[in-house]
């Protein structure tokens, strides 16, 4: 089947072991970052990478249509690591994804080279009509905790999708994508087991047990 005029043609998924080895090393960096120096073997011993082993494993398979083998990784993935990344995506190598539960990502998708997704993230379909198509990640994107991408958008390279933001389109090259003001605000109120006692006193020692929802 010829590829429609003026759509780009989808890239397809780098070698598998090259991938890997890839993988390894953007991981050792990312957890260095935390722990200091972390060698590939050290980043061979995280769920991280065997769930991302698995889902490449799976998208390998699905391009040879060996397609049972396939849904077996997809399978897998889901109970050892509780992700749901379906096989069929475009994943560039040396993708990082340190915390896998929760995570999604549909098959249509396509994620550049040294990409991160952190836990919850969600990425696929709107689920509306008129809007067919799944997000495209350019290289180096970051995608923090609980984020989500839906529909047919771009992201941009060296761009970061802030945690619990929603992106239902295209973001340019080098942003930084925040969730709503009100979802990031700090939110006080008095605490009215405290309104009789003097600023000076101290607080009884049952105060937090007392405090109104």
Same mark, same amino acid.
């Given at each position: 089947?010829?590829?429609?005029?003026?759509?780009? +043609?989808?890239?397809?998924? +780098?070698?598998?072991?090259?991938? @890997?080895?890839?993988?390894?090393?953007?991981?050792?960096?990312?957890?260095?970052?935390?722990?200091?120096?972390?060698?590939?073997?050290?980043a061979l011993m995280l769920?991280?990478?065997?769930?991302?082993?698995?889902?490449?494993?799976?998208?390998?398979? $699905?391009?040879?249509?060996?397609?049972?083998?396939?849904?077996?990784?997809?399978?897998?993935?889901?109970?050892?690591?509780?992700?749901? @990344?379906?096989?069929?995506?475009?994943?560039?190598?040396?993708?990082?994804?340190? $915390?896998?539960?929760?995570?999604g990502v549909a098959s249509?998708?396509?994620?550049?080279?040294?990409?991160? @997704?952190?836990?919850?993230?969600?990425?696929?379909?709107?689920?509306?009509?008129?809007?067919?198509? $799944? +997000?495209?990640?350019?290289?180096?994107?970051?995608?923090?905790?609980?984020?989500?991408?839906?529909?047919?958008?771009?992201?941009?390279? $060296?761009?970061?999708?802030?945690?619990?933001?929603?992106?239902?389109?295209?973001?340019?090259?080098?942003?930084?994508?925040?969730?709503?003001?009100?979802?990031?605000?700090?939110?006080?109120?008095?605490?009215?087991?405290?309104?009789?006692?003097? +600023?000076?006193?101290?607080?009884?020692?049952?105060?937090?047990?007392?405090?109104?929802?």
């Amino acid at each position: 089947m010829s590829q429609p005029h003026g759509i780009p +043609p989808r890239p397809k998924n +780098p070698p598998l072991l090259a991938a @890997l080895r890839a993988d390894a090393r953007e991981l050792s960096k990312v957890k260095a970052a935390d722990r200091g120096a972390v060698g590939i073997v050290d980043a061979l011993m995280l769920p991280g990478f065997w769930s991302v082993a698995l889902w490449r494993l799976g998208n390998s398979l $699905h391009a040879k249509k060996i397609r049972p083998l396939s849904r077996i990784c997809y399978f897998a993935n889901m109970v050892l690591f509780g992700a749901d @990344l379906a096989s069929g995506a475009v994943v560039g190598p040396g993708f990082v994804m340190p $915390h896998p539960v929760g995570v999604g990502v549909a098959s249509d998708c396509v994620i550049g080279a040294r990409c991160r @997704l952190m836990g919850l993230v969600r990425i696929g379909g709107s689920g509306k009509r008129g809007r067919v198509g $799944h +997000p495209v990640l350019g290289d180096d994107v970051w995608v923090l905790d609980g984020a989500k991408i839906f529909g047919p958008v771009e992201i941009g390279e $060296h761009s970061v999708i802030g945690a619990s933001a929603m992106v239902t389109s295209d973001v340019p090259a080098r942003m930084l994508v925040l969730p709503p003001k009100e979802s990031t605000t700090m939110r006080m109120r008095p605490r009215t087991d405290l309104a009789s006692v003097p +600023p000076e006193a101290s607080v009884p020692p049952d105060a937090t047990a007392a405090v109104a929802s």
